[in-house]
């Protein structure tokens, strides 16, 4: 064992598969919680983006089933919809309607968020060596000199407590704790970059009617120039969810007839043809987002001892492209693996922060780079767009239509998207000829004279 006790702040997607990585090098391992955890699958306060769509990525799925044997068993026992990826979810792009449906050998899961939730938190509970204490909420990290010892909280019952640990993960999703303590023990913050997107969803839920469609399971209709877009997708329960979302000026609406108005203002019709004679179920839910923010801790010539920060506390990304709870899973794994190396040092949480935040930024530089174009192709978004954004989005949309082409390189955009790979594989010489044949208005490169990278099947 590393040490006797580890703290982890925040029950959520992070601080669960954070838990679970922490579990096997301390004697016990502490998840204080400020939110009350609901026994069912019901959503909870402190989850606010929740009632929205949540799709786990196939590369969180695997992240999730390193620290949960098993786990994708525990997916379809709590009814998790498989979902073939290119196959089973229609996407429906302003260049192409649909994108060829292929299926590329690859599984993603749709489930709502608390189910999924609910479902890793059972396995959570069943580990002896972790304790979560729910209604707990953290008021600040303690530090003696420039190490932090442990975490200062306020029970249930109003009384404050002080406990102790050798390491605290701080997956508290805004990550204020950590950045308080840096001012409290003289330290500078972290660089950041921000996006200011100004997204704002509206989410419904349907039972899927007799007769529904059996060419596809869910449907992504992208925005057009207007910003409108919708993402359906089927849930536990035989039902479906639709969030449908808007940016800055274009505004999504929670009554009934503004919602389904808006969806059939869409570029097609296949999402509102599919729900307009479905049975809703429950209220329409509403939700904003108006920044992405990424802290570059990776740069800070020192860090406090005994303290990691993890998920949204590193990086809180643009929610709509489903890849928050994925990296978190990610960064969790890769915490593991850290301290398993560590093990037979003589002090093996010595550095342990830097460490971590360098294995992260790969983790974090695909999905971070993966949304800054569709992002900032929208006028009024805030931030300073890469200075090759424009080549940028004309490599992107070639890569796009030569995936629609070429199978192989459909299944590698795919194996990016879903966190599989990182983005540096279309960087490959072979494909970067291919790509720029079709930017010139040319014919790309054969297939079969011209290889992909290597890996790719």
């Known amino acids: 064992m590393i040490g006797k006790q580890a703290i982890v702040v925040g029950a959520g997607m ?25 026994d069912d699958a019901g959503d909870r306060a402190g989850v606010p983006q929740g009632k929205h769509v949540h799709l786990l990525l196939a590369g969180g799925e695997r992240a999730l089933s390193e620290l949960f044997p098993g786990f994708e068993g525990d997916l379809l026992k709590a009814g998790a919809v498989p979902m073939r990826v290119g196959l089973d979810l229609r996407s429906e792009t302003p260049s192409l309607n649909p994108f060829p449906q292929r299926d590329l050998g690859l599984v993603a899961y749709a489930i709502s968020r608390p189910q999924l939730e609910l479902t890793v938190r059972r396995r959570v509970q069943a580990n002896r060596t972790i ?10 990290l303690v530090a003696r000199g420039a190490a932090v010892s442990g975490a200062r909280y306020e029970d249930a019952g109003g009384t404050t407590d002080t406990l102790d640990a050798d390491l605290v993960v701080d997956a508290s999703g805004r ?34 009617p007799a007769g529904a469609p059996s060419d596809w399971k869910g449907v992504f209709t992208m925005p057009g120039p207007d910003g409108r877009g919708g993402l359906l997708l089927p849930l536990e329960g035989h039902r479906w969810i639709l969030t449908v979302a808007g940016r800055h000026s274009v505004k999504s609406p929670g009554d009934e007839a503004g919602f389904m108005a808006y969806v059939a203002g869409f570029r097609t019709k296949t999402i509102f043809e599919a729900i307009k004679h479905a049975k809703r179920l429950g209220d329409i839910a509403r939700f904003g987002f108006s920044v992405s923010t990424r802290r570059h801790y990776d740069g800070l010539p020192e ?52 460490d971590f ?27 300073e767009r890469p200075a090759n954004f424009e080549q940028t989005l004309k490599f992107a949309l070639a890569l796009g239509r030569l995936a629609a082409k070429d199978p192989d390189v459909h299944r590698l955009t795919a194996e990016v998207q879903h966190l599989l790979k990182p983005r540096s594989v279309y960087q490959d010489p072979a494909l970067v000829q291919r790509v720029m044949a079709v ?10 004279r011209v290889p992909l990278p290597k890996g790719t099947k």
């Open 439 to 448: 930017m010139s208005g040319g014919v790309e490169g054969n297939p079969a």
């Open 303 to 354: 860090f406090p001892a005994g303290l990691v920060p993890l998920g949204d506390a590193v990086c809180r990304f643009n929610p709509i492209y489903g890849q928050g709870m994925s990296v978190a899973a990610q960064e969790a794994v890769g915490l593991g693996a850290l301290l398993a190396r560590r093990a037979t040092q003589s002090d093996p949480l010595h550095g342990l922060a830097a």
């Open 357 to 383: 935040f360098a294995e992260a930024v790969p983790l974090i530089e695909t999905p971070w780079a993966s949304a800054v174009i569709p992002d900032f192709i929208h006028p009024e978004t805030r931030g």
């Open 175 to 208: 990550g204020t704790l950590t950045l308080r303590l840096l001012e409290a023990i003289g330290r500078r913050p972290p660089a950041e970059t921000s996006i200011g997107v100004d997204l704002n969803y509206a989410t419904a839920v349907f039972e899927i």
């Open 14 to 38: 992070g601080g669960l598969a954070a838990a679970q990585a922490l579990a096997g090098h301390f004697e016990r391992v502490v998840v204080l919680e400020s939110d009350v955890l609901r």
């Open 131 to 140: 304790e979560i204490r729910q209604r707990c909420r953290v008021q600040e």
